[in-house]
């Protein structure tokens, strides 16, 4: 019986009641901040997916590429000046227009940049952008951001539809919506609530384009998709990022999707659908998902690494300027140094140790060494040969080390508001200090709340802007003195975290 159906329908052909096979792929990446590979060049890299894109276009099968959002920042190139401008993701819209990208919607890092910037990011963009819940805030009211060439301007539009047609002519709409999570308020755009969005801009879909299957670009957290998925059961599929680690699931009828950031892997979903002959009957869908991880197995396509090149010397040069050695390998380790963010932001690691220790050394008279792991951008693994460069591709913000004496109730307050924190980027790493059970150790000798000890951090923790740690800040009671590093030395560690920890990877060479 198992084979009798199959072997009936090669007999009787198509079975009636419904159109030929109509089929299409889209190969989807999310949460790209490197225009090259990682891991000392074995995984990852754009242009390898480019290639791959290259290949998967000559089987003549229609392909869509999109990006659901988090490309624009952070950066170690958006602190570099290129004529006369902070780069602020420009080298990302060159290389997203060289892999030809389809259609991107936004995720929360485009809002890193000012909004001028972001405006110039979307101007140089050659693909689509759709938002169904992201809107810019006006001297007029909210409206939609779009792209301009300053005579003509297109609004983003809050949904499309896509015609894929088969041999036979046979068409298939295919709609997709695009949402971004609302946990954060961008000062130039107001995000509304994703689920009723999604719902509206589905119903659009359905009945202004006959819409006949809906597709979803989205940048929430998971829980986030799944309240999505939920409230929007017509969603086939929802393309999301966001955490950077790959992940699927089934909610309902509904797949969820997210591939591991930087391209080290990347989806292709392959859809192969039947019509109906009567338009209110429910149509065939055949859906997979593959999670593709990507390898210097795959060639490079030469534009997209043209673009890495390219913006590799400017970054270079423009480091070389502001006084470091870019190449320069300070550090040779066989240990795996781990930057992932998945890491550094749940527990303590021997990277964030060692950059703990780098900002404690900075300053002498310090007793321990603190940051948020925020602050660690790399998202990477990292052995072997460690260049300046790879430095600055960690700790890409800059920023000062300062040595701040506080009591040791301060201390531990800070401390526990590190492991509140844990999963962000304020969970805190940290050199000299340890928890065993309940209690702090500050080198080895139980922390007493009354008494004065000096940490050595970076200013921004300074500034009371990280979360659950407004309270840190020059002017707190409990805090007695703050040293900054004096700026008339230039050869102080301190002046920049990334000298510090550069000072501290040669020290540790025998
Ligand atoms: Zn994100």
């Known amino acids: 019986m198992k084979y009798l159906i199959p072997i009936l329908f090669l007999i009787l052909g198509n079975p009636s009641g419904f159109s030929q096979k109509i089929t299409f792929r889209i190969l989807q990446f999310n949460d790209i901040y490197e225009t090259g590979p990682l891991s000392g060049g074995k995984e990852g890299g754009p242009a390898r997916v480019a290639a791959y894109r290259q290949k998967l276009l000559k089987s003549g099968k229609p392909l869509f590429t999109v990006l659901p959002g988090d490309f624009l920042s952070p950066s170690v190139m958006n602190s570099v000046v ?56 006006t001297p007029q009211g909210l409206k939609p ?71 979803a670009l989205s940048h929430l957290n998971i829980e986030e998709d799944r309240e999505l998925a939920k409230a929007v059961p017509a969603l086939k599929l929802i393309m999301g990022g966001h955490e950077h680690q790959a992940h699927t699931e089934m909610v309902g009828k509904t797949r969820i999707a997210k591939a591991d950031a930087n391209v080290r892997s990347i989806y292709l979903h392959s859809f192969s659908v039947r019509l109906p002959k009567t338009p209110d009957a429910p149509l065939k869908c055949k859906a997979s998902s593959k999670l593709k991880y990507i390898s210097d197995k795959l060639p490079e396509e030469p534009k997209t690494a043209a673009v890495d090149k390219k913006w590799k010397q400017i970054a270079f040069d423009s480091f070389r300027a502001q006084g470091f050695e870019p190449e320069k390998v300070i ?68 920023g000062k080390v300062v040595m701040v004496e506080l009591s040791g109730a301060l201390l531990m307050d800070i401390l526990k508001a590190g492991l509140l924190n844990q999963g962000s980027g304020g969970y805190l790493q940290y050199a000299g200090l340890k928890q065993e059970d309940q209690d702090w150790y500050i080198q080895q000798e139980k922390i007493n709340p009354e008494k004065y000890y000096t940490v050595a951090m970076t200013d921004f923790l ?22 900054f590093p004096d700026p008339s030395d230039n050869t102080h560690p301190g002046r920049d975290v990334r000298f510090a920890v550069i000072r501290y990877f040669q020290d540790l060479n025998p």
């Open 145 to 215: 951001f779009e792209k301009t060439d300053g005579l003509k301007s297109d609004p983003f539009l809050p949904c499309t539809t896509l015609v894929v047609k088969n041999k036979k002519g046979q068409e298939l709409k295919v709609g997709f919506v695009g949402v971004t999570l609302s946990g954060f308020k961008p000062a130039y755009a107001e995000i509304k609530p994703f689920a009723e969005a999604a719902k509206t801009f589905v119903d659009t879909l359905k009945l202004r384009d006959q819409a006949q299957l809906i597709l």
């Open 462 to 483: 300074l500034t009371g802007q990280e979360k659950n740690l407004v309270y840190l800040k020059e002017g707190n009671p409990q805090i007695r003195r703050v040293v």
């Open 82 to 137: 290129y004529q006369d401008q902070k780069v602020k993701g420009r080298q990302m819209i060159e290389l997203l227009n060289a892999m030809q990208v389809d259609l991107v919607t936004f995720g929360n890092h485009e809002f890193d940049l000012k909004e001028t910037e972001l405006q110039a990011r979307i101007n140089e963009s050659q693909f689509a952008w759709i938002s169904s819940n992201v809107y810019q805030k």
């Open 331 to 398: 550090y040779k380790t066989e240990t795996s140094l781990e930057g992932l963010e998945a890491s550094v932001r749940n527990k303590p690691t021997n990277l964030g140790g060692m950059i703990a220790k780098a900002y404690q050394q900075a300053f002498p008279e310090a007793q321990a060494g603190l940051l948020n792991s925020g602050s660690i951008r790399i998202d990477d693994n990292i052995s072997g040969d460690i260049t300046e460069y790879d430095v600055l591709r960690i700790l890409p913000f800059g």
